[in-house]
């Protein structure tokens, strides 16, 4: 096992040992962990969230709170499909009006949303993550389908790498140091159920 499925497994063994997550165990998927809520308001409350239109977000279970609440503030929301299988979903301002929380589940997505076809900007990403550092670091659940994700916007010229990339997580989640790959994408911000952190790269 290399450097980080060790990490991984770390990760996963804290969270479940310290009760940190929802699930008995997150095992290759990425941490439903305790505090999601509490986490996605704080996204909510940045300038960043407010200050966009069209926000991009992965499908995993612990960021479903911020696509409900991307579609309650009359936002654009474009979700990740699982593993990319079926590429990315689009539901616009106001087309899940009454059923956002549904919508914001995977199987809800299928039934409201359309298949993207052309990307529209997007003015904010939002990865799930297994861990995180403070030099924007990710460490997803080893699929690579977050720094697919972002390279896909990038190439479509959805976003820009002055786009903000931001990730939700535990405290726990929080890292010294993410070994990362050439191909690795780094984040911008990272928003737990306590503070906003945001970093500084080139």
Known sequence: MDDKGKLREEIWNLLGERG????KTDYGRIPNFKGALKAANMLR????WKDSRVVFSSPDQAQRKVREYALRDGKALIMASPKLKHGYLYIGP???SGRESRASTIKGAFEIARRVQDFPTVDLVVEGSVAVDLNGGRLGKGGGYGDQEIEHLLREEAITEETPVATTVHEAQIIEKVPLEPH????DMIVTPERVIR???T
Do not use: S, V, Y
């Open 20 to 23: 940190f997550t929802h699930r």
């Open 199 to 201: 970093i500084g790269h």
């Open 184 to 187: 690795d994408k780094k984040i």
């Open 94 to 96: 106001g087309d899940a």
């Open 45 to 48: 409350d940045t300038p960043e």
